[in-house]
């Protein structure tokens, strides 16, 4: 409860403009410690991308060619330069929004980054859409039938929920839906069958743009395993801080004001106590969505579908050190834009933050 | 055994003195169930409420009052909660109707200002709104209509500049402007009855005056009966036409304001008296003129629950007192002592301050 309490609190900010230009000073801050991370953490990994390409396809080459190759591949991509002046180069380039190229392949970060970004956040999205919705139904309904046995058993599958290996749980769900009653595809994002052309690459977006409704049903179809796996362990967090929340709210003297006035417990629920327990949940929200970022590289892994998490994986293991950085970069970014978003909903949602 | 209304001059209206009470409490118990078994926070307590009449609840904290006046409308109401006897109001008896028929009480009939005005009001919606609300929910009007009614109501209490007011939320509001909300809320209905629970002891001195003077001239206006709880003596001396003393959880006296201010005849309303300087003034947290504390809940003792505090303890006190007069010229004074029963000439040195 008195997490509930101390996230509740209201932010010391004056107006919303402050308070966005606030939290956007601090971007460049959280982007800079994070390249700065990412970058020194992925060369001190064994191994460097010049072995992996000297390496590759090097049947019936002596150890000395190879040897060779790898070198001369390391004074190319100017790995052989000291370690700090390769730093500064590349925080030059960043600062120019210039995140590099891929050591495999000819394609640019960027380029790599507009495919497989937007699948990730339709991705996180969807998960988060559900288990928020998950969350607040169940939370609401066990605070509402708190200590009946209904609570007792939402309360467990939350505890469980969240502290289950979900992974598992996904491929149990392929095994599951996908493999042994055939009705979800079971990997990737869209059959290639559709001949899919992306113009954003939000499928969502696209098909409305390219009047292609025959889009939408495949597409839900692949996202709805994966994004339900990601967003269970999420929806059990949130099923017990709505419901601690709900609690508190209902213990709140203007609750008792309400029911002076002879709101019966359905309009006390819906006008009272809904929107006013909404804030500490909306709070963690934005924290919440790191580890659900967290948690896509490795429902992406799990469920081969083509987001940046997808990408990220192959990347560490070919040691593709511009990849990395160009993929934890627009994570990074993606994580700070959301939160700035959940700032602003929680301005909205409590005027006790707005100027008098 | 029921208090009939007081015989003296100082009644609402005056005109009858044989009025049917509208509220009337009998025999009302409330505990309340902790780990450490049931506390007993009223303890059998009889009372009438007549119509227009201003009566006081006073006594020490703990001694039943909030818990008393929030079981009428069932504002207390939930599973650690134990609450008997009968509260007749307009042919329903409020301690055993369902929530349906509270609902239909509550807000309309029988309204509360409660003390903390800034928790009681809901941070995120408009002054206003929290007004509407309760028109809307009691009466046939449009939203729109509501809203005008609630500016009205909000002008009638006091508050500067109604129609930009409504629009604003209680942190923006000052203490004594929130109490006024709050009463805005409780009165826009014409309640019958209004309970006031503290409704100034959050407030500065000034403001507290000034929100008295708002619920006194309101009260006339309306013809509102109002509870007023409260710890403060200058509070009843101000408005109350009534006074019950309460201690631990029962009505030990009761009467006029002028009877149980000037004349008080249990020992404990003396001893309070006694230790309030000024006779009117806030009920001092521990009175010098009574030492030791009121018992709680299951050390309570045998008889009479004043008797470890008491100076003039009797073979009898053993045995409970009950609440009746002890003065045949009026019926309206009584108290719950032995010695008003033995008649027993009473030292008079407590009241020497008065
Ligand atoms: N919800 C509750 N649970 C347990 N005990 C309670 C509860 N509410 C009140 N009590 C106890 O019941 C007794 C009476 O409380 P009540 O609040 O009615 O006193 P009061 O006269 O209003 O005091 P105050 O002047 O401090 O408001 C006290 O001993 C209190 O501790
Ligand atoms: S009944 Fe006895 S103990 Fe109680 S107040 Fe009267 S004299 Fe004191
Ligand atoms: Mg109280």
Redesign the pocket.
Known sequence: MTLVMRLSRPLRSRTLGMLIVRRLLLVPLVLFAVVTIVFFAMRLIPGSPATTLGVAGTEGLSSKQIQENIDALTKTLGLDRPLLEQFGTYLLAVSRLDLGYSFFGSNSVVSLLKNTLPATIELVFTAMIIAVILGVVTGVVAAMRRGKALDSIILAFATVSFSLPWFALGVLGIIVFSVQLGWLPVLGRLPTSLGYQPTTNFVLLDAILQNRPDLVLPWIEHLILPALTLAISMAGFITRMVRASVLEVLGDDFIRTARMKGLDEWHIMSGHVLRNSSLPVVTVLGLQFGSLLGGSVITETVFSYPGVGNLLVSAVNQHDYLLVQGAVFAVALLFILTNVVVDILYYVLDPRLRKA | MATSPEQSSSGADGSSAAREPILSVRDLRVGFRTRSGVVPAVDGVDLDLYAGEVLAIVGESGSGKSAMSMSLVGLNRGPRTMISGTAHFRGIELISASERQLRSVRGKHIAVVFQDALAALNPLHRIGKQVAEMITLHQKVSGRRAKDMAVQMLGDVGISNPRHNAEAYPHQFSGGMRQRAMTAIALANDPTVLIADEPTTALDVTIQAQILDLLKSLQRELGTAVVIVTHDLGVVADIADRVAVMYSGRI?EIGTTEQVLYAPK???TRGLLASTPGVTGPIPASLPTIPGSPPMGAERPD?????P??????R??ATT?ILASHDPSDSGHQ??????ELTIPVPDESRSTL
Request: glycine share 8%; hydrophobic share 40%.
């Open positions: 030990v249990h020992p404990y008889g009479c629950s004043f008797a505090r008491c100076a003039f303890v009797l009898e006190c007192p108290d719950a002592c032995w010695l008003g």
